[in-house]
């Protein structure tokens, strides 16, 4: 093993670490399974273990790409496209609120599932945009970088989604 193989190593498990909500919720906004998703997850870092060099560019988002392609390929492979979607607001929602009461935690988890419809009604690439932007956190250049596009035209689809959202969910919440 060399030290460029451990070094790699090492950032991938930091990278892990840092990023595994947003791995999570673009893997589980693709699969619409939790167990997908962690299997996606699981193939996409067994890859990155394999690597003979190491990759080019910012290795976050190298991570985010090879886990997108690992949760599109087991999406072709297992043909579950009718399965429902779990929430990709897992420890999100909980963040936002501090509920005390179990009213509030009613109408937390209220508000959740109006959210995860409008989310899961968008099409697969504006889902994905606004993944990794609330959800990972990610600027627009690093998910042009995932998606291969240019950041302008993911931050214009980012901004078309939130339009879609915002008319979706005009007067729900």
Request: net charge positive.
């Amino acid at each position: 093993m060399t030290a460029d193989d451990i070094c790699a190593r090492s950032a991938g498990k930091k990278t892990y670490c840092l990023q595994r909500q947003g791995l999570f919720s673009l893997a589980l906004s693709i699969t619409g399974c939790r167990q997908l998703a962690e299997d996606a997850i699981q193939t996409a870092f067994e890859r990155l273990c394999r690597l003979n060099t190491a990759p080019h560019g910012d290795f976050s988002n190298y991570v985010f790409a090879s886990v997108r392609n690992a949760a599109r390929d087991s999406m072709r492979t297992a043909n579950r496209a009718s399965r429902a979607r779990e929430s990709i607001f897992n420890g999100f929602a909980a963040s936002l609120s501090d509920a005390e009461s179990p009213s509030d935690d009613v109408l937390t988890a209220e508000r959740d599932q109006i959210l995860r419809t409008a989310v899961n009604a968008l099409d697969d690439a504006n889902r994905e945009v606004i993944v990794l932007k609330v959800f990972a956190g990610l600027t627009f250049d690093a998910i042009g970088e995932i998606l291969e596009q240019p950041a302008k035209t993911v931050a214009t689809r980012y901004r078309r989604a939130l339009m879609k959202l915002e008319e979706r969910l005009r007067g729900q919440l």
